[in-house]
């Protein structure tokens, strides 16, 4: 079955450490994202990709790097310079890279399940 | 800044009511709209999309769009308990493909 994966499910770090989450899709997909979700809140934008090889910074970059090495892959890391890590992390993907017809109906984000990160 | 904005809630209705959940977002450039269903401690998940105006009706599910009030919006018909989720809007403008997500509205359906 096509979908995301992301591990590991639940992950805990000490303070000054980084860490990375991973997220693999087998959806042939060329846009990959990873959204931070903090209790009671939004999806927030960390990074996102449209192509190998390049990516671009959502709204809080701050603290995480990514690399788009292969199409399939988009981990995450998490630096010790992100100072309150302690999230739900979201990944997700979608199947074109560029809006250019109105055909966007198709653009649809599938998401993993998933990477609670807890900050000891 | 693209805004998305949803009645935090939380929203109570009784198993069997019709269940209204609203949206409004800044960007008139906006063409496609997302419903997404999310439980506690899991991942959004796809309920339908909509980017033509009007309704749009997928079982007990209709997404409702109106482009000239920036307004769209997502009825539950016949609301059945498992339907007790948090549901985010979220809109993706025409030139991009970054997706501006709401904070989500909290739907409780009571037995």
């Known amino acids: 079955d096509g979908g995301i994966t992301q591990s590991p499910k639940y992950l805990f770090r000490k303070e000054g450490q980084n860490v990375t989450l991973s997220c693999e899709q087998n959806?042939?997909?060329?846009?990959m994202y990873w959204y931070r979700q903090d209790p009671g809140q939004g999806l927030r934008l960390i990074y996102y990709?449209?192509?190998?090889?390049?990516?671009q910074k959502g709204d809080i970059a701050e603290g995480y790097s990514v690399s788009r090495e292969k199409k399939e892959s988009f981990p995450l890391t998490v630096t010790s310079a992100q100072k309150n890590p302690t999230a739900f992390y979201l990944c997700?993907?979608?199947?074109?890279?560029?809006?250019?017809?109105?055909?966007?109906?198709?653009?649809?984000?599938?998401f993993g399940a998933g990477s609670r990160l807890t900050v000891l | 800044q693209k805004e998305v904005e949803q009645n935090s809630g939380p929203l109570s209705v009784p198993e069997g009511a019709i269940a209204s959940l609203n949206c409004t977002y800044s960007?008139?450039?906006?063409?496609?709209f997302f419903w997404y269903r999310q439980y506690s401690g899991k991942s959004p998940e796809l309920i339908m999309f909509i980017y033509s105006n009007g309704d749009k009706e997928d079982g007990r599910f209709t997404a409702q769009l109106n482009k000239a009030s920036q307004y769209v919006s997502l009825l539950i018909r016949d609301s059945q308990p498992s339907d007790s989720a948090t549901y985010l809007c979220?809109?993706?403008?025409?030139?991009?493909?970054?997706?501006?997500f709401g904070t989500g509205t909290s739907l409780t359906v009571i037995p």
């Open positions: 959806l042939n997909h060329d846009a």
């Open positions: 979220a809109v993706n403008p025409f030139t991009g493909n970054q997706f501006y």
């Open positions: 990709s449209q192509i190998v090889n390049d990516f």
């Open positions: 960007d008139r450039g906006s063409q496609s």
């Open positions: 997700a993907s979608s199947i074109r890279a560029a809006t250019s017809s109105l055909f966007s109906g198709a653009n649809v984000l599938t």
